[in-house]
Nanobody
Framework: VQLQASGGGLVQAGGSLRLSCVAS?????????VAWYHQAPGKQRNLVAA???????EYGDSVKGRFIISRDNAKNTVFLRMNSLKPDDTGVYYC????????WGQGTLVTVSS
């Protein structure tokens, strides 16, 4: 499975962005889960949101009510809609997929200015 993340950029606090994770080599509907992780500068990588094979979703506490994860099976893509962005949301966002093993995509940088 190869994952291509995109959609990052520079945005002011309070703004929105939509990240995309396009999978190739496997259908996302056949994966156990696809998730987004956030890594702030100098910090560890943390789970932001995940969507499971059956459509269940999970969110990190810091993004609940602000971020929405969704998928388009026809486009083999998982999206992360990020609203009400804060400077603490700055960092690299990575896409991760799992079946019997995990797969990481390259990151996309999000910078939120205050």
């Amino acid at each position: 499975v190869q994952l291509q993340a995109s959609g990052g950029g520079l945005v002011q606090a309070g703004g929105s962005l939509r990240l995309s994770c396009v999978a190739s080599g496997r259908s996302i509907s056949n994966l156990n889960a696809v998730a987004w992780y956030h890594q702030a500068p100098g910090k560890q990588r943390n789970l932001v949101a995940a969507i499971t094979r059956d459509g269940g979703t999970e969110y990190g506490d810091s993004v609940k009510g602000r971020f929405i994860i969704s998928r388009d099976n026809a486009k083999n893509t998982v999206f992360l809609r990020m609203n009400s962005l804060k400077p603490d949301d700055t960092g690299v966002y990575y896409c991760h997929a799992s079946d019997f093993r995990g797969y990481w995509g390259q990151g996309t940088l999000v910078t939120v200015s205050s």
